[in-house]
């Protein structure tokens, strides 16, 4: 599979160099330029594939020529000792779980995939530097997958605010792989600064710097199995119309499962579930649109206001706009609407959901409830995180208390960074220089 700017046709670069570059010189994002038919792979999948194996099976047919089916397979198993678990509720809604990973979050799956095909990438003995914009438990998911991946450094800026679950003795000045930056600002400006630096290629080139965010087609792509696995696993019980509810901040999800479509995967459309922030609210109803300093609410990890992965998402509507206003759904949820689907689910299905997913679930409700999905249609809520991550207000909703995983447990530790800077790009270089 080459890959080409959302900016322009040319030049189309490999797998290998989009990932290890991460961004094209225009500033835009790297898409497939070409649309590979995956159908031969997954349509003849069971409810008993297991997602290693799908992983395994799916990745060298996407990127022929750079992943063998033998070096495919060593990825899936160094990245891949935790899957997706797909629960249906009802006739019309099923949980895809992904908080099944090392820090109960989504992303998990997608940086356990960059991180192992980049060592495989890497044997050479080449050195990459990963940097990212993280908040939350997104840096504890990056520094758990890259601990000891040979050859790999990982940069993190933080935005302002406590920072949590890192162990010191996995940082550089200790030894290890894991350099945590803070920055005197946004998560979107933590954003920019990502760009800024791998654009730098001078800089960039010096120490091998690219990133595991979803700019990165190697951290976005892995996200199109985990819509495959629950298709697999629900293609023999449906009997209408299959859309996917997904929680939308920087849109990464959405992108994956539209690129799903793109494979082939038989789906009729996708509801994109804001929080008050409605990030693209304006952009899905024909608007221009307009990035905004996000607010904060209870579903934290969509409260953005620039989505990284806006030049993807205008590029599907560029290319279709007919099509894709059939194909994605627009929901925006607020935090009363968000509360109140915590606790319908419990009380309805016995299942406890953090507030991302609720976001979804609402979403998925409301356009069932409108009509605009069919009696017999089927819905696919992403749970993108475990409950555990917002204890308080689940158990507030719920009335229950949430039990609190030893893995997830051990992420409530702060952690102090080793640099806090403002939100130039010279003092991040100083601040990476500086540890080397």
Same mark, same amino acid.
């Given at each position: ?13 490999? $797998?290998?160099?989009?990932v290890?570059?991460?961004l094209?010189?225009?500033? %835009? ?52 000792? $935790? ?9 019309? $809604?099923?949980?895809?779980?992904l ?20 060592e ?45 679950? +890192? ?7 200790? %030894? ?16 920019? +600064? ?56 920087? *849109?990464g ?9 793109? *494979? ?19 952009? *899905? ?49 607020d935090?009363?609407?968000?509360e ?27 356009? $069932? ?7 017999? %249609?089927h819905?696919?809520? +992403? ?34 960074p ?9 003092? +991040?270089?100083?601040?990476?220089v500086?540890?080397f």
């Open positions: 599979m080459q890959f080409r700017s959302t900016r322009s046709n040319d030049p189309q670069v490999s $797998f290998k160099d989009a290890l570059r991460c094209p010189d225009d500033g %835009g994002l790297y898409v497939p330029s070409m649309v590979m038919d995956l159908r031969q792979f997954f349509l003849y999948m069971d409810t008993d594939t297991r997602y290693p194996e799908l992983t395994a099976a799916l990745a060298p047919a996407l990127l022929q020529g750079e992943l063998n089916p033998f070096s495919a397979s060593r990825v899936a198993e160094s990245a891949f000792n $935790f899957e997706p678990e797909l629960i249906q509720l009802d006739e019309n $809604f099923s949980l895809l779980k908080d099944n990973g090392p820090t109960g979050v989504f992303k998990d799956f997608g940086i356990a995939f960059i991180a192992a095909v980049l495989e990438l890497l044997k050479n003995n080449s050195q990459a530097m990963i940097l990212s914009a993280v908040r939350g438990d997104t840096g504890v998911s990056l520094s758990h997958a890259f601990h000891k991946r040979k050859g790999i450094c990982s940069v993190m800026l933080y935005p302002s605010g406590p920072i949590r679950g +890192l162990d010191p003795r996995t940082f550089v000045p200790a %030894g290890g792989n894991v350099i945590p930056i803070q920055i005197r600002g946004t998560f979107d400006e933590c954003q920019r +600064l990502v760009n800024e630096t791998i654009l730098d290629r001078p800089f960039a080139e010096r120490y091998g710097i690219t990133s595991a965010s979803t700019i990165n087609p190697g951290r976005l792509l892995p996200q199109v199995f985990y819509f495959l696995y629950a298709f697999v696993k629900l293609k023999k019980s449906l009997r209408g119309e299959l859309f996917f509810s997904v929680p939308s901040g920087n *849109f999800n959405l992108i994956a499962g539209l690129y799903a479509w793109k *494979f082939g995967m038989p789906v009729n459309g996708f509801i994109a579930a804001m929080n008050s922030n409605n990030a693209f609210g304006d952009f *899905f109803h024909g608007k221009e649109f307009v990035s905004h300093r996000p607010v904060s609410t209870n579903s934290p990890a969509l409260d953005v206001g620039s989505p990284s992965n806006y030049e993807r998402l205008a590029a599907f509507y560029d290319e279709a706009p007919a099509v894709m206003r059939n194909m994605v759904y627009p929901e925006s949820i935090d009363a609407a968000t109140a689907a915590i606790t319908r689910v419990w009380k309805q299905y016995n299942i406890l959901i953090d507030p991302h997913t609720a976001v979804a679930f609402a979403a998925a409700e409301k356009r $069932f409830s409108s009509g605009s999905i069919g009696e017999n %249609g819905t696919v809520i +992403l749970a993108t995180g475990h409950p555990a991550k917002e204890a308080n207000l689940v158990s507030k909703c719920t009335g229950q208390p949430v039990k609190i995983p030893g893995k997830l447990a051990m992420l409530q530790k702060k952690a102090d080793i640099a806090v800077i403002d939100p130039q790009i010279d003092a +991040l270089q100083s601040a990476i500086s540890c």
